[in-house]
């Protein structure tokens, strides 16, 4: 017990020492991204194998296990490399500042060497999800009246924008309260429109699910797989 006691004390120092802080958040940041990329997928993975993929239950157990797998290690990577671009631009600057160019950069190798390289459907998703979100952020950026990106806490971040698009306030509320409407029915319809015509162009795994949802509900020949399952 002494031994082990002594061993988490002289870790914890290390842990807490200022001068192994920058390369420890690597660690922490790889350890996120498995524990986040696991906690999203899995389950995710586990509902949408079992409900619309074929095969045994050994080969469907290894399809969620290869999805959860592929997205934390995606996530974990994409922390590695981020960080650590961030670090040594850091570091590069003559005052060993932060530019505000610097997230964007480690973020497009990053997003290039691990999202970029491959076009596997967990990659797909994951962009996708990006790409929806990043368009919502900048609809809100350009909109918002600039004021000072100031730092509060340790991030930054006001309310205020870029205000690129000039608008009155009451036109602004009147966006913001519109927005998400307009971009969620346009998304619907867009997706509906291309699985009715061009089924090919869309992801496997969402096309598995919208046949199983829509084209089955035209298809039964019994009241069992009218009820109970699709034919």
């Known amino acids: 017990m002494a031994d082990l006691q002594l061993m988490r004390t002289a870790t914890e120092r290390i842990v807490l020492d200022p001068r192994y802080h920058a390369p420890l958040t690597l660690v922490k940041a790889v350890r996120n991204g498995l524990v986040y990329g696991t906690k999203i997928r899995f389950p995710h ?3 949408m194998v079992f409900l619309f993929r074929s095969g045994t239950f050994r080969e469907k157990c290894l399809q969620i296990l290869r999805a959860t797998r592929q997205h934390a ?3 974990a990577t994409f922390a590695l490399i981020y960080k650590s671009i961030c670090l040594l631009l850091r570091q590069a600057h003559p005052h060993g500042k932060e530019r505000s160019g610097d ?3 480690a973020g497009l190798v ?3 060497y691990v999202f970029g390289t491959s076009q596997s459907s967990v990659n797909q ?6 790409f929806a979100r990043v ?14 990106n100031v730092l509060i806490g340790s991030r ?4 205020g924008g870029m205000g690129v698009i000039k608008l009155s306030s009451e036109t602004r509320d009147m966006l913001r309260n519109k927005t998400w409407p307009v971009f969620a029915s346009l998304s619907w319809a867009s997706v509906m429109w291309l699985f009715r015509w061009y089924p090919d162009t869309l992801q496997a795994s969402m096309r598995s699910s919208m046949t199983y949802i829509y084209d089955n ?3 039964w020949d019994s009241l069992r797989n009218f009820l109970w399952h699709n034919r």
């Open 103 to 105: 997230s964007f950069v």
């Open 110 to 112: 990053g997003g290039y």
């Open 45 to 47: 993975a586990l509902v």
């Open 125 to 130: 998703q994951i962009v996708i999800y990006i």
């Open 135 to 148: 368009i919502l952020g900048l609809a809100k950026l350009s909109i918002q009246p600039p004021s000072d």
């Open 217 to 219: 509900a035209d298809r």
């Open 73 to 75: 290690q995606n996530l």
């Open 156 to 159: 930054y971040g006001g309310r």
